[in-house]
T-cell receptor, first 117, second 115 residues
Framework: AQTVTQSQPEMSVQEAETVTLSCTYD???????LFWYKQPPSRQMILVIR??????QNATENRFSVNFQKAAKSFSLKISDSQLGDTAMYFC??????????????FGGGTRVLVKP | EAQVTQNPRYLITVTGKKLTVTCSQN?????MSWYRQDPGLGLRQIYY???????DKGDVPEGYKVSRKEKRNFPLILESPSPNQTSLYFC??????????????FGEGSRLTVL
């Protein structure tokens, strides 16, 4: 079974600065997807960024980028030029590439990020 | 607008009173699932459905039932709710595995409190 661990329950960052969220996972699979989802106070789950394990290049989406270390099973999220609207809970998630039993995501416990003005 | 719609968004009920949380998606997705979110535990899968009339248990199915009579709807049923089912519930959908990018599309969540 896969597990996902987020070791930082809470983090704070000053507006315009950079913050990095850590995520480690455990799997015996070689092909899989990794995701970061954002959950603002509205509770909506919003996909921030997606990484395919067979791609060595780290994914980026505007101010969000990841550092994917496959051998170390590490998938950190960097938020650059933090904005007040980035205040949210962030979840790291894992999904097997081909699943006989559907499209299940395994989530970490979450990291709450507070951006201070 | 492509979306997953859950109702109710908030519900307070008492132990043992049956309730249903509805979920509907307009994206013609084959795959639908339910998750519960608890502090420190992230989201955990309750049940999922690969298509109409095909459902199966996830990681935490005890105390829940589901049905999939139509492709767009996937209700979550709590026959006899207990306080340990107080949680935030999410419905999610996607194209059939193998035809998707792994991403799940989530509803807005339903906050359930069982007294």
């Amino acid at each position: 079974a896969q597990t996902v661990t987020q070791s930082q329950p809470e983090m704070s960052v000053q507006e315009a600065e950079t913050v990095t969220l850590s995520c480690t996972y455990d799997t015996s699979e070689s092909n899989y997807y990794l995701f970061w989802y954002k959950q603002p106070p509205s509770r909506q789950m919003i996909l921030v960024i997606r990484q395919e394990a067979y791609k060595q290049q780290n994914a980026t989406e505007n101010r969000f980028s990841v550092n994917f270390q496959k051998a170390a099973k590490s998938f950190s999220l960097k938020i650059s030029d933090s904005q007040l609207g980035d205040t949210a809970m962030y979840f790291c998630a894992f999904s097997r590439l081909l699943q006989a039993a559907g499209n299940k995501l395994t989530f970490g416990g979450g990291t709450r990020v507070l951006v201070k003005p | 607008e492509a979306q997953v719609t859950q109702n109710p968004r908030y519900l307070i009920t008492v132990t043992g009173k049956k309730l249903t949380v509805t979920c509907s998606q307009n994206m013609n997705h084959e795959y639908m699932s339910w998750y519960r979110q608890d502090p420190g535990l992230g989201l955990r899968q309750i049940y999922y459905s690969m298509n109409v009339e095909v459902t199966d248990k996830g990681d935490v199915p005890e105390g829940y039932k589901v049905s999939r009579k139509e492709k767009r709807n996937f209700p979550l049923i709590l026959e006899s709710p207990s306080p340990n089912q107080t949680s935030l519930y999410f419905c999610a959908s996607s194209l059939f595995p193998g035809r998707n990018t792994g991403e799940l599309f989530f509803g807005e969540g339903s906050r359930l409190t069982v007294l």
